[in-house]
C-alpha cells in the first residue's frame, strides 16, 4: 500500500506563489509516475502536472503551462508542485496522485493513477 499526503495549501493573493509538497510511503517511490490534479466545486477533477518516474520528463495542463513546476526527489520519496503567478481560477482542492503499475502514454487522466492523496486546499484571492 502506498500513502500519499499532501501540504503547503493556503491562502495567497493572485500573483502569488505556493509550493505544494507530497509525501509518499513505498519504497519503490523512484518506479512512479507522480501527478498532481486539482478539482474546483463543482468541476471535474483537472489535471495540473505529472513527472516520470526518472524526473527527466514533465507534463503540464494548459491552463498552468508556464506558471507552474513540478520536480521530485527520489531520496526523499517526494514530489513538488511550484505555483506562481497564482490565478484565482487556481483555487482548487489539489490532488497528489502516483502511478505505480509501470509505463502508460496517458499521463493526465485521473483513472492512470492508481494511490491518491486526501488533497489540499489552496485559495487565491482576487
Known amino acids: 500500500q502506498v500513502h500519499l499526503v499532501e501540504s503547503g495549501g493556503g491562502f495567497v493573493q493572485a500573483g502569488g506563489s505556493l509550493r505544494l509538497s507530497c509525501a509518499t510511503s513505498?519504497?519503490?517511490?523512484?518506479?512512479?509516475?507522480m501527478g498532481w490534479f486539482r478539482q474546483a466545486p463543482g468541476k471535474e477533477r483537472e489535471f495540473v502536472a505529472a513527472i516520470s518516474s526518472s524526473g527527466n520528463s514533465t507534463y503540464f495542463g494548459d491552463s498552468v503551462k508556464g506558471r507552474f513546476t513540478i520536480s521530485r526527489d527520489n531520496a526523499k520519496n517526494t514530489v513538488y508542485l511550484q505555483m506562481n503567478s497564482l490565478k484565482p481560477d487556481d483555487t482548487a482542492v489539489y490532488y497528489c496522485?502516483?502511478?505505480?503499475?509501470?509505463?502508460?502514454?496517458?499521463?493526465?487522466?485521473?483513472?492512470?493513477?492508481?494511490?491518491w492523496g486526501q488533497g489540499t486546499q489552496v485559495t487565491v484571492s482576487s
Open positions: 513505498g519504497r519503490t517511490f523512484s518506479s512512479y509516475r
Open positions: 496522485a502516483a502511478r505505480s503499475r509501470g509505463y502508460s502514454a496517458d499521463y493526465s487522466s485521473p483513472r492512470q493513477y492508481n494511490y
